[in-house]
């Protein structure tokens, strides 16, 4: 970050919006923040007036499927053997 790279870009112009004078509408690229498929993209788009700020924002994406670990298989075996050490002690 510190040698002057753009990590991420704002695309937007102003405009009338519907009878808001000067308002900035735009688009901020979210793949680089890893939570969007890469082949889906992820923007969120808003727009910003000169009297209020973030208005509303509409995040536009596809979330990436999320594998299940082999662990998880394993936490079933473990609770039971957890509970069989509880029975012992009483």
Same mark, same amino acid.
Request: proline fraction near 3%.
């Given at each position: &970050?510190? +040698?002057?790279?753009? !990590?991420? #870009?704002? *695309?937007? =112009?102003? *405009?009338?919006?519907? %009878?808001?004078? +000067?308002?900035?509408? %735009?688009?901020?690229?979210? *793949? /680089?923040?890893? !939570?969007?498929?890469a +082949?889906?993209? %992820?923007?969120?788009?808003?727009y910003?007036? &000169?009297?209020?700020?973030?208005?509303?924002? !509409?995040?536009?994406?596809?979330? *990436?499927?999320v @594998?299940? @670990?082999?662990? #998880?298989?394993?936490?079933? @075996?473990? /609770? #039971?053997? /957890?509970?069989? #050490? $509880? $029975? =012992?002690?009483?």
């Amino acid at each position: &970050m510190g +040698n002057g790279q753009t !990590l991420a #870009l704002f *695309s937007g =112009k102003w *405009s009338n919006n519907g %009878g808001d004078d +000067n308002v900035l509408e %735009g688009e901020f690229d979210l *793949s /680089l923040l890893s !939570l969007f498929d890469a +082949n889906s993209g %992820g923007v969120i788009s808003t727009y910003l007036t &000169m009297t209020c700020v973030n208005d509303e924002a !509409l995040v536009t994406a596809e979330v *990436s499927a999320v @594998p299940i @670990p082999a662990a #998880l298989w394993l936490f079933g @075996p473990a /609770l #039971l053997g /957890l509970l069989g #050490l $509880r $029975r =012992k002690e009483i």
